[in-house]
């Protein structure tokens, strides 16, 4: 424990003692101060950092049992030993229950001094690193309780309502946004029932399966809840323990209101644009028709050509026009409204013949087979809208003399409709997005084909409103299927 910055102050009046002590300590390595009464120690004490006072009892000025005094108020972190001749020891002793650390007799016994002397610094080592620890402590948990109120303000102070639940689906934080958004207006103590804050059972199940699916540290369920006057987006994500274990949940929720209003708005002004673009387009389509049918007089070959060419335009505006509409009808959930018993094999039927001859321009082969077949309950206009898109575009992406089979087929509970091409192929980082409103792969062989990028997205409205699937298998440059499973509904 020898360590060259201790400093040890020797306090006595003989100096044969300073002397003796200055030489020990000095050559253990020990910074060596000197006084020879009581009043310089005291000097020297307020002038320099100490680490162990050596204190005579008997000096004259002032008595060592003064200075221990004036050293245990003032210096009450350094060990004191006192210097005792063995009349003293009682003395010394007394010393000890006034705060001296411990004392030694003269003449010294040099192993038993040094011994003394490294216990006491051994003492001053550790409390001065049990201070360093308290204040540490202290001060963590003041940051710590810092830490907290500030993500108590800032929580407390979101737009966004949160709420954190635990194991049990009971709320343990939430924030006033959160009862606002709720309109819930009594007080609400955590922890209670998250059923008796949240009047959704779509949002419970949410929470239900986030807390028994196992940790997916980047799952978080997005969804839109009806809150009395107000449409809020919940996003919940699980709330992951030390161990990655799941602990709860933390939901938070966004009013949308205002959107989902101008979203409204936005659709029934394309709505109405539609509507009335249409209407005078079939007029100008049904006179060019009494025309082309050489019912207003004989036609020229050359005025026939324009008409002709003036009819393909307007079909290919009426077609957008229609997909427009059938996009904000899927939209506003109205598109599947009247379903009944179907024969889905008719539907198919008739859409090959319609679209036979688009194929066989292309030397394309359309084939079919049907297998098990049963009546659904469906739509017949929605879901003959579903295989001419799918078909149509088995026709348009697949290069000349390329095969197109459909096959449907009962399978229990579903009827399982195969659209396969042999076509250009879809890139598997494309797939996810070909649902998408306007979204079209650019592919240098199918630059020709012309289309909005909206059929997918109606073919995939449809089925849903159906309570069916779609997915899709592509191999680039092989071809692709798409597989539509429908629930059959026995006709009651
Ligand atoms: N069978 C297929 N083979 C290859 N690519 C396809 C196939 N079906 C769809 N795609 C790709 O997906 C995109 C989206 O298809 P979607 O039917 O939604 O739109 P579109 O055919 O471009 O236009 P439209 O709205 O007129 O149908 C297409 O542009 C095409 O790139
Ligand atoms: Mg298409």
């Known amino acids: 424990m020898m ?17 003796g002590c200055h030489r020990v300590l000095t050559g253990k390595g020990f910074d060596v101060l000197m006084a020879e009464n009581g009043r310089q120690a005291m000097d020297i004490l307020a002038d320099k950092l100490v680490d162990v006072i050596l204190l005579d009892l008997k000096m004259p000025v002032m008595s060592g049992e003064e200075v221990l005094e004036k050293a245990c108020d003032l210096y009450g972190e350094i060990p004191v030993i006192i210097i005792t001749g063995h009349g003293t020891i009682d003395t010394a002793v007394g010393c000890m229950k006034r705060g001296a650390y411990d004392f030694i007799t003269k003449p010294f016994q040099i192993d038993q001094f040094l011994m003394t002397i490294n216990r006491a610094i051994e003492k001053r080592e550790l409390e001065q690193k049990a201070r360093l620890y308290e204040e540490e402590k202290l001060r963590n948990l003041y940051d710590l309780n810092l830490e907290k109120s500030r993500l108590k303000t800032i929580i407390n102070c979101m737009a966004n309502g949160v709420m954190v639940t635990n194991r049990n689906m009971e709320v343990v934080l939430h924030n006033p946004a959160l009862m606002r958004l709720l309109e819930i207006s009594e007080k609400v103590e955590n922890p209670i029932a998250v059923t008796r804050i949240i009047d959704n059972d779509r949002l419970i199940n949410t929470l239900e399966t986030i807390q028994s699916e196992g940790p997916s540290k980047d799952a978080f369920i997005s969804q839109e809840i009806k809150a009395e006057k107000n449409v809020l987006r919940a996003i919940s994500a699980p709330a992951l323990g030390p161990e990655d274990g799941i602990v709860g949940t933390v939901t938070v929720l966004e009013d949308i209101t205002p959107f989902k209003q101008l979203d409204e708005m936005k659709s ?54 229609n997909d427009l509409l059938d996009i904000a009808k899927i939209e506003a959930g109205k598109h599947v409204q009247h379903q009944v018993p179907t024969d889905i094999e008719q539907i198919i039927r008739d859409t090959i013949a319609l679209l036979d001859p688009r194929a066989q321009e292309q030397n394309i082969e359309l084939s079919v087979s049907y297998q098990n077949m049963a009546r659904l309950q469906a739509d017949p206009k929605g879901i003959g809208e579903v295989f001419t898109n799918l078909i149509t575009n088995a026709i348009n992406y697949s290069p000349e003399g390329g095969k197109v089979v459909v096959t449907a087929q009962g399978l229990n509970e579903y009827m399982e ?22 979204y079209r792969v650019k592919h240098p062989k199918t630059r020709q084909v012309l289309g909005t990028g909206l059929g997918l997205s109606i073919v995939k409205g449809i089925i849903q409103a159906h309570n069916g699937t779609i997915d899709v298998d592509s191999v680039p440059d092989k071809g692709t299927t798409f597989r539509i499973l429908l629930p059959i509904i026995l006709d009651k």
């Open 3 to 19: 360590n060259e910055s201790m400093k040890i102050l020797v306090v006595d009046d003989e100096r044969v003692v300073r002397d």
């Open 268 to 321: 029934d002004f394309a709505n109405m644009v539609a509507h009335e673009l249409r209407s005078p387009l079939m007029a100008i389509r049904q006179q060019d028709s009494v025309l082309l049918e050489g019912l207003a007089g004989p036609l020229q070959e050359k005025q026939r050509t324009f008409i002709s060419r003036g009819v393909k335009k307007i079909d290919q505006l009426l077609e957008l026009i």
């Open 417 to 438: 409709i195969k659209v396969k091409d042999t076509g250009v192929g879809i890139l598997a980082d494309e797939l996810p997005k070909i649902f998408d409103k306007f």
